[in-house]
């Protein structure tokens, strides 16, 4: 209510009224536990800007906040139809919905067999190591996340929306990895 007064008013030029403004204010609301109010200015910024996939989005993590499974998915797939390639709401509806990876055990002996470093540009490595039990994936400049197992070569990551797989020449040797990410299958060659 306020928002459209303001809007409305001679006063109207002193405020900003943008998308990522709003945005802003919502998550502000959402972070001091005022979830309700958060809800309002989501839905106020679908209601401006609806062909804003980002919109949607933030709508869909209120409700996810609020508990609100049905709305919070209807909206992260409203964001997916404006934007296929947002990733965030890609991993958001697979963990509302039970279809994230289902990871299983396997030994972690095998994991010695991926270690090592696996170009996927020049310059930018992918390194896997072993360690207590766990494989683990660092990229050229970023921290290290744990990988976790689907099948005895395919892994996928818990911090982002990420697949890896591993492949082997015909005598059992990892040759390459390939990293599944934003649709995109990018092979990485085992360099050491």
Partial sequence: KQYRELKAG????EYDFGEMELNRLGYRL????????AIEIFKLNVEVYPQSSNVYDSLGEGYKV????????ANYKTS?????KNTNAIAKLAALTGSEPKEIKIDSKIY???????ELAPGFIITITSEDGKLMAQATGQPKFELFPTSETEFFFKVVEAQVSFVKDEAGKVTQLILNQNGRKMPAKKIR
């Fill in 10 to 13: 001679s006063t109207a030029g």
């Fill in 112 to 118: 010695e067999s991926y270690a090592g470093d696996y």
């Fill in 30 to 37: 959402l972070q001091t536990k005022k979830v309700a109010e």
């Fill in 66 to 73: 609020h508990g609100d499974k049905e709305l919070a998915i």
């Fill in 80 to 84: 997916l139809e404006l934007n296929p």
